[in-house]
């Protein structure tokens, strides 16, 4: 794997299956909590390790809260409740992630800052851009570095397509490419997804995005 | 034991409208176009078949997806079923007469592809007797009014499953309102990130959190236009 320019090996991060199905509790060192979706722990880690952000501690969720999008809201409310005494400050690390804007309401309820942007692969790509493409990309089916490794688990297996790849047409008919949005020049990565296209049925499109709007969102904490 | 094999045409109305209720359930679309057709020769009328069996076997199905005991796979494979037995009953339906609660326009808003949950309730509102016309994917404002013009309908139906799209279901309504238009359909909107709330908030009459809530409110609002026609 190519590291992107400027950045140090990142901090050892748990196995994607841990993330996604348990989550990573917070090393209470740091005055700053960063709560995080699980699929954006490797990413959050990188970055702390490059930019020596030792004051940012950071706990996730697990990522299959995904497949429940109504449930994010009340895990990241809980989460803000379990750790509000410890730190000085709380950030959330989430998009609105499919909460049809629930998540910023009770963050702005209950006073804490989060990231901004409808997903994670918009933020990575930088709001306003993935904003100015929208029209065009209509038909795009997004993938990002995490969603990549983990597509059986996210994609293929959720949506029954190991059961019934039958139903294929019926999710993706719509769509006509597939984007990876690459947070890390890989090509394991870059091949894995053109392998997830392929088996969509979908053009297959990649763009090195890097971490986009998570940099600076974190940088000023 | 082994399954042993079911010969549907041996087993009596009641037996296989109970194996339709689970095969509709197993997704199986050729057994379900098979025993429409032995039930219609049987002498049922088309509207029976699909209200007393593919309907009632849905609504069998939704109550499951709603308690969490189905997911979207298996829902998918029991609509493409229904969507089988369906598409033998339409034209008999037309043709029989077959009472007709309302008419609805659908469709999945601007710069959205998305339309699993949109076709669903479609389905299921041309099983529950509405008259659908479905607009499709990607519909503009312009589109939506000048649906709505030609067709007349009793309700508009919106869906959207992201959160970057969802705000148009606010442009349409704003601009029926502009029009002096919005009092006369019943608006109904529903998608994946969507809550009451929003639903609220832009001004629809309702949202509805899946295609079985969709029907039991839009025959909830049609009744009171009926009523309040009537009075």
């Given amino acids: 794997m190519t590291a992107l320019p400027g950045h140090v090996s990142a901090a050892p991060v748990p196995p994607d299956s841990v993330l996604t199905d348990t989550g990573l509790p917070p090393a209470r060192v740091g005055r700053v909590l960063l709560i995080a979706c699980g699929a954006l722990a490797r990413e959050i880690l990188d970055l702390k390790s490059a930019n020596g952000w030792d004051h940012l501690d950071l706990t996730c969720l697990p990522a299959n809260l995904h497949l429940w999008p109504d449930r994010i809201t009340a895990a990241v409310a809980e989460a803000v409740a379990k750790h509000r005494a410890d730190y000085d400050k709380l950030f959330v690390v989430y998009a609105d992630c499919g909460t049809g804007g629930l998540l910023a309401a009770k963050c702005a309820e209950l006073g804490v800052e989060m990231v901004e942007g409808p997903h994670c692969y918009a933020f990575f790509e930088g709001n306003a851009a993935f904003a100015a493409r929208a029209e065009e990309e209509m038909g795009a089916f997004y993938l990002t570095d995490f969603l990549v490794r983990q597509f059986d688990a996210f994609v293929w297996r959720p949506l029954g397509l190991d059961r019934h790849p039958e139903l294929r047409g019926m999710y993706f008919g719509n769509y006509d490419r597939l984007v990876y949005q690459a947070q890390t020049d890989d090509p394991v990565l870059d091949a894995k997804a053109a392998d997830c296209a392929a088996r969509l049925g979908l053009r297959y499109v990649r763009r090195l995005t890097g971490y986009g709007d998570l940099t600076p969102a974190l940088a000023r904490l | ?231």
């Avoid at chain 2, 069996?53 to 298996?74: H, K, N, S, W």
């Avoid at chain 2, 509405?130 to 503009?140: A, C, M, P």
Wanted: aromatic share 6%; with cysteine; glycine share 10%.
């Fill in chain 2, 1 to 231: 034991m082994a399954d042993e094999e079911i010969i549907l045409s041996e087993l009596d109305d009641d037996e296989l409208v109970l194996q339709m209720h689970d095969d509709l359930y197993d997704g199986l679309r050729e057994e379900i176009e098979e025993s429409v057709g032995i039930l219609l020769e049987r002498g049922w009328t088309p509207y029976d078949v699909l209200t007393k069996a593919l309907v009632a076997g849905m609504t069998i199905v939704g109550a499951d997806f709603r308690d969490g005991i189905l997911f979207v796979p298996e829902v998918l494979l029991a609509a493409n079923a229904m969507k089988g037995g369906m598409a033998i009953l339409k034209p008999l339906l037309i043709s029989t007469g077959a009472p007709r609660v309302g008419k609805m326009v659908i469709g999945t808003v601007k710069g959205d592809i998305h339309d699993i949950g949109k076709n669903l309730v479609a389905m299921m509102m041309e099983g529950a007797g509405f008259e659908v016309l479905d607009l499709g994917i990607n519909n503009s404002v312009e589109k939506y009014l000048a649906a709505l013009e030609a067709e007349q309908p009793d309700i508009l139906g919106m869906s959207a499953l992201l959160t970057t799209t969802m705000p148009y279901m606010k442009v349409v309504i704003d601009t029926l309102v502009e029009k002096g238009l919005r009092e006369d359909y019943i608006v109904l909107v529903g998608g994946a990130p969507l809550n009451e709330e929003f639903g609220r908030a832009i001004g629809a009459d309702a949202y509805c959190r899946d295609a079985a809530v969709a029907v039991e409110t839009a025959k909830t609002f049609v009744a009171r236009k009926h009523n309040q026609l009537a009075g």
